[in-house]
């Protein structure tokens, strides 16, 4: 099967969250195993070309002890992304560092994933996305208020503010990473 990555679809399951572009066939002889893909857009350049490189991954993952002790549980994020409020993606947690968009967050089974936009046309931006496209960073993390918590150790985390995501070096979650890139 031959197809692109470079649109984001509206669907919310796995690679489904990319939609491709042209016609995909199967290996199979059936005629009826190939169909018809639709595409988002057909004029607009590749995104290499205009500086930008798209990934998904988990910002945060549940049931895990962070290397900080703590455990986020499912649906800690339900409220603040409840809200719809864009979040900010930044380099290493530094607000002065916008380095692109957020475009889809959700939790799922697993955690909270996201698909992202990172722009090349500033500095911070240009050496994110050379450090991501190489393997050299592919932390994911996010910056987060504490709403509600369990003591005990570990201290289960059950209702955050979402401020931020962030590419960062170092994840407190080691698991939280980047695991699909299209440039």
Do not use: C, N
């Not at 195993?33 to 290499?48: D, I, Q």
């Not at 380095?99 to 939790?107: K, L, N, R």
Request: no cysteine.
């Amino acid at each position: 099967m031959s197809a692109r990555l470079d649109s984001p679809s509206s669907s919310e399951e796995g690679l489904g969250w990319w939609r491709s572009t042209g016609t995909a066939q199967s290996d199979s002889p059936h005629p009826a195993a190939t169909k018809r893909l639709t595409a988002l857009s057909l004029t607009a350049p590749p995104l290499k070309e205009r500086g930008i490189v798209r990934f998904a991954g988990y910002a945060a993952l549940f049931d895990r002890m962070d290397r900080g002790g703590d455990v986020i549980r499912r649906g800690a994020f339900r409220r603040t992304l409840g809200d719809g409020s864009p979040r900010p993606l930044l380099w290493q947690h530094r607000g002065a560092q916008r380095i692109g968009t957020v475009q889809h967050i959700a939790e799922d089974r697993r955690g909270l994933r996201v698909i992202a936009t990172i722009d090349a046309t500033s500095g911070s931006a240009a050496k994110a996305r050379s450090m991501v496209q190489a393997g050299a960073v592919t932390g994911l993390s996010f910056g987060y208020r504490v709403r509600h918590y369990q003591i005990g150790p570990p201290r289960l985390l059950l209702d955050l503010d979402l401020v931020e995501i962030s590419l960062v070096t170092f994840p407190m979650q080691p698991d939280a990473r980047v695991h699909l890139l299209a440039a």
